[in-house]
């Protein structure tokens, strides 16, 4: 792929864009050395809270405004973390490219209860709860300390499910601290849907949704998300409801 690449230092100025960035983004590459890259663009909500925490981004669809005008991308963000503060490289996907490669992938994940040890009385007792979940089409909450695989179990559990042949969506709440993000967590109105900007929401439309760090979620966020849970449906402004089970 064709790939755009800026990258800005710990002071936010930019030090490098090729050729395929400047025209995406429509800037003069060599007029924009050296300048802040917020004076350059304004930054997707998405990107800010991502460089506001050193967090890395991976395929994230994205909307910048340059010149007066909106450039939708896919973004990936490397931030490269030194003694002397966070400097970034940040990638723009080709946007059709992406989608099609995100959209042939939603949903393939390969862990499966098979896949964990079974000599473990405290494993088999997991995975037997496990596959009690994966019949009921209620919310499921797992719990446990960082890096235990809690991710790992949600995987085996959405492909144990009836719903193994939907898409698995797993997002990190932690970038969704900000309220200003409702519109790409829960979704906006339907010329977004229309023009294939789905929510992470919409995107797991009869599959399995995977929410980690749940409590970064942003409160005004949160109560949407209970909502949901509750309602076991969500009613989009001017889309068709649907079914998050």
Known sequence: MDDGVISWDEQGNLQFINAQAARVLRLDATASQGRAITELLTLPAVLQQAIKQSHPLKHVEATFESQHQFIDAVITLKPIIETQGTSFILLLHPVEQMRQLMTSQLGKVSHTFAHMPQDDPQTRRLIHFGRQAARSSFPVLLCGEEGVGKA???????????????????????LYGDAA?????????????????????????????????????????????????????????????????
């Not at 179990?153 to 797993?170: D, K, M, T, V, W």
């Not at 849907?193 to 979620?217: M, P």
């Open 152 to 174: 790992l179990l949600s995987q085996a559990i959405h492909n144990e499910s009836e719903r193994a042949a939907g898409p698995y969506i797993a997002v990190n709440c932690e």
């Open 181 to 245: 993000l409702a519109e790409e967590f829960i979704g906006g109105d339907r010329t977004d849907s229309e023009n294939g900007r789905l929510s992470r929401l919409e995107l797991a439309h009869g599959g399995t949704l995977f929410l980690e760090k749940i409590e970064y979620l942003a409160v005004e966020l949160q109560s949407a998300l209970l909502q949901v849970i509750q309602a076991g449906g969500y009613h989009a402004t001017g889309c068709a409801a649907f079914n998050t089970h």
